[in-house]
Nanobody, 122 residues
Framework: QVQLVESGGGLVQTGDSLRLSCVAS????????MGWFRQAPGKEREFVAR????????YYADSLKGRFTIFRDNAKNTVHLHMNSLEPEDTAIYYC???????????????WGQGTQVTVSS
């Protein structure tokens, strides 16, 4: 049974940094690419970043490039999202996802975590 468990969310202030983590069980990092999405209140879920299993290459939403960094620890089956210079607009539930295709589209991911809340106060 595949399980993705996110952690690290919380309440921070504008300009702060935060690191989210996602531990995957029952899912091999040697097969699945991993991604992060987020969903703000009243908005659709949107792509944030993904890391490929094959070569560790990363891909980001254009608007977040430079502030967010995704990286993985294969030995611990964990993927992280480090977020810098947080803004109130980054307030959302952040979801970890795993998929064989794993591009920008939600449909490319077969497995999802429950999400972790990030709130950025102004």
């Amino acid at each position: 049974q595949v399980q993705l468990v996110e952690s690290g969310g919380g309440l921070v202030q504008t300009g702060d940094s935060l690191r989210l983590s996602c531990v995957a069980s029952g899912l091999s990092f040697s097969v699945y690419n991993m991604g992060w999405f987020r969903q703000a209140p009243g908005k659709e879920r949107e792509f944030v970043a993904r890391v490929r299993w094959a070569d560790g290459s990363t891909y980001y939403a254009d608007s977040l490039k430079g502030r967010f960094t995704i990286f993985r620890d294969n030995a611990k089956n964990t993927v992280h999202l480090h977020m810098n210079s947080l803004e109130p607009e980054d307030t959302a539930i952040y979801y970890c996802a795993g998929g064989r295709v794993a591009g920008r589209a939600i449909s490319g991911y077969e497995y999802w975590g429950q999400g972790t809340q990030v709130t950025v106060s102004s």
